[in-house]
C-alpha cells in the first residue's frame, strides 16, 4: 500500500484490512467445487462483500473518501488474483496426483502417428516425370473417358483394324450427342493427337494416367494401369534421339550402368516401331531383359492428321508402363499387388 494511504489509515480502512485477512483465509481452505460460491460471497456484482463496500465510498467523510476508496479498489483487484492463483494451483495439483496416483503412466511412450505415404506407383510415376522434366519435357494432361476419335482413329486404328484387338476395349454404353463412341482409354497415346490440336512444334511432352482394359488378370496384367506417354515433335528428329532420350531415361531412373535394348515392335501409330527392355539381375545371379515400354517414330499421318507438314516434322513417342517400372524397381513378382490395398503390402515402399 502507498505510504501516503497509510498516514491517513483510519478505523474504516483497518477494516478493509481485516476483510482481507478474513477473505484470503476462507479462499485458502476453499476447494475447487467451493471457488464458484467464494467468488459470489466476495466479488458478486450484486451483493458481493467487496463489491457493497465499494458502494459505500460515497458514504465515507469526503477527507477520507480517496483513500478508503483506493484501498477498496486493491482489495478487489487482490482478491479476483489471489482467486485466479488458487484455480492455478488446485487444477496443477489435481494433474500432480493423476500422474503420481498411476491414473496417468507418464512414462508411457506416446502413441505413435500413422505417418501417410504415396502409393508405390504414384511414387514411380513421380519419378518418371521428374526425369523427363529434367530432360525438358512438360507435363500435360488428357481425359481418362476418351473418344474412339482420339483413342483409335486418330492414331491410325480405324474401326475393324485387327490392330483394335491389341486394346480389348471398356467402351461407355451410352449415346453422347448422337455418338455411341465413348469408351475408357485404352492407353494414353490419344493424346498424342490432343497435344498437336493445341501446341505447334517444337513439342516435348510426357502424359501421365490411368489406362483401362477389357482384359483376364495375371502376374503382369490388370484390367487398370497407368502409362506416361511420351511425345517431342520438331524439325529433324530422328530415332537417335528416341533412343538417346529412352537411354539416359533408364540410365537416370535405374541406375548409370544400366544396359537397355530396344526390339522391332508393331503399333499403327509409330514408324518403325520398338519396345525397350532394361536389364535386370536375376536371383541367380545373371541377367535377363524386362520389356518396359513401347515407342516409335511417330507416323507421318498421325503428324499430317494433326495439321503439320510430315515433310518438315518429325517426332518420337513413347508409352511407358508405370506398374512395370515399379515392379521392377522393387522386385514384386505380381501386378496384382499394387491394387489390393493390403497395407501390409503397402507400407514397404
Ligand atoms: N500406346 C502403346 C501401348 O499402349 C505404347 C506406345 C506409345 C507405343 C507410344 C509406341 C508409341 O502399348
Known sequence: MAPIILSIMTATTNSIETLRKEALETLEQTGEAGLDQWRAEWLGRQDGRVTLLLRSVRDQPPDERAAFGAAA?????????????????????????????????????GR??????????????RDIVAVFGEMGFRVAEGPEVEWAKYNFD???????????????????????GGRRDMLLRTHTSPNQVRVMERQQPPIRVVVPGKCYRQEATDATHEWMLTQVEGLAVDEGIRMSDLKGVLYEFARRMFGQD????????????????????????????GTRWVEILGAGMVHPEVIENAGFDSSRY?????????????????????IRHFYQNNLRFLRQF
Open 73 to 109: 479498489n486493491a482489495l478487489k483487484n487482490d482478491l479476483e488474483d489471489a482467486l485466479n492463483q488458487r484455480r492455478e494451483a488446485l487444477k496443477k495439483k489435481q494433474l500432480e496426483t493423476l500422474a503420481t496416483s498411476g491414473a496417468i503412466d507418464v512414462t508411457l511412450p
Open 112 to 125: 505413435p502417428q500413422p505417418v501417410g505415404r504415396f502409393h508405390p506407383v504414384t511414387q514411380t510415376l
Open 154 to 176: 486418330g492414331v491410325r486404328i480405324p474401326e475393324d483394324h485387327p490392330a483394335r484387338d491389341m486394346w480389348d476395349t471398356i467402351w461407355v454404353d451410352k449415346e453422347i
Open 258 to 285: 544400366r544396359h537397355i535394348t530396344f526390339h522391332h515392335s508393331y503399333f499403327p501409330f509409330v514408324e518403325p516401331g520398338v519396345e525397350m527392355a532394361v536389364d535386370w539381375p536375376t536371383a541367380d545371379g
Open 314 to 334: 518429325t517426332g518420337f513417342a513413347f508409352g511407358i508402363g508405370v506398374e512395370r517400372v515399379a515392379m521392377l524397381r522393387w522386385g514384386i513378382d505380381d
